[in-house]
């Protein structure tokens, strides 16, 4: 052990100029150290997670885990808007989507929000340990290629928000994207809202400038998370998803551009 000290060491130090030098092996270093150490948060605690198998509270300390990994990479993260959480109610939970660090986001609003989980692809749960503790807190898991499956899902979740108050978090935009707008909305996330009847609770989080994949960016940064107000859907038909749509995008838009300015 001895003799290896110092390779040890010379190891460490090519570590640590290349991250103060190259702004490339820093972008994928913290994108390393992130995915690790959330991995590691996840999963830690499925020991406990097993006393209450498939409970939104398990999620609770894996969270608190991730926040602590988001402190580590200088992210820091304000929440306004608190007095609009809709309370004892179901609800669906939309946000925009930028990044894989948007996990940062949903540790941010497990512990504000009561009863939170997450509908995600079914292959996500063979990538164990991480898809069984996923599972262990409670998350959805749907099989997007198979329509009937994916149906049974979708009734399955407004079941689970109408009699549990869930509050089930999307990402209405389908994909990742950091842009200046807001992609246009898939319909997923509207067909659980009026098939439930509950409630949407827009969440509009603003642009990450710390994160810049082109130029290999990825600086410590602030950023806002705004609760706005809920948009009901008592009443409406599937005829109304449109509608529906445009109505939602345009506030979460809105607040989108008007958060941007400011920051």
């Known amino acids: 052990m001895t003799n290896e000290l110092p390779l040890i060491a010379i190891i460490i130090g090519i570590i640590y100029i290349m991250f103060k030098k190259s702004k490339v092996f820093r972008y994928y270093a913290k994108f390393l150290f992130f995915l690790i150490f959330s991995m590691i948060s996840a999963t830690i605690f499925m020991p406990i997670m097993f006393l209450r198998p498939h409970d939104y509270r398990n999620a609770l300390l894996p969270a608190w885990g991730a926040r602590q990994v988001a402190k580590a990479l200088g992210l820091k993260y304000k929440m306004q808007g608190k007095k609009n959480i809709v309370q004892d109610e179901g609800t669906i939970i939309l946000i ?83 842009g200046s707008t807001l992609l246009p909305f898939k319909k997923g996330a509207f067909h659980i809202a009026i098939n439930s009847q509950a409630p949407i609770q827009p969440i509009v989080v603003t642009r990450y400038s710390f994160l810049d994949h082109k130029t290999f960016q990825f600086n410590t940064g602030s950023n806002v998370i705004s609760i706005l107000p809920a ?33």
């Open 96 to 178: 925009n989507h930028q990044s894989f660090l948007d996990l940062i986001v949903l540790a941010e609003i497990w512990p504000v929000f009561e009863r939170c989980t997450v509908i995600s692809k079914r292959e996500i749960f063979y990538l164990w340990p991480f898809g069984l503790a996923a599972w262990l807190w409670g998350t959805v898991f749907i099989n997007r290629s198979n329509k009937k499956d994916a149906q049974k899902a979708v009734n399955l979740v407004a079941h689970t928000i109408n009699t549990k108050k869930a509050k089930i978090c999307m990402f209405p935009e389908g994909t990742r994207h950091g």
């Open 231 to 263: 948009i009901p859907t008592a009443g409406l038909k599937v005829d109304d998803i449109n509608s529906l749509i445009d109505k939602t995008y345009a506030a979460m838009s809105k607040e989108y551009e008007i958060l941007n300015k400011e920051t």
